[in-house]
């Protein structure tokens, strides 16, 4: 199934909480430390999870580029 945040075919999606979105396991925990980043009040948590969200992201761009990607068709 793809991924709506990344569009990656990728065997861990599914559909995300109050949403009809369906998202990997990283777009899932970058799209949830976001909204807890946003709600929070207490800055430490917020200097916390804002670190967790560079890791996130980092594990992501760590991917390789055609991970989950459909091959394009040569012509």
Request: include cysteine; proline fraction near 4%; aromatic fraction near 6%.
């Amino acid at each position: 199934m793809i991924c709506a945040e990344c569009l990656r075919d990728l065997p861990d999606v599914v559909k995300a909480d109050d949403s009809n979105l369906y998202l990997c396991g990283l777009c899932h925990e970058k799209e949830r430390v976001h909204w807890k980043i946003l709600l929070s009040t207490d800055m430490e948590e917020q200097a916390f999870l804002a670190n967790t969200l560079r890791v996130i992201e980092r594990a992501e761009l760590s991917r390789p580029k055609d991970y989950g990607r459909t091959p394009r068709t040569q012509r």
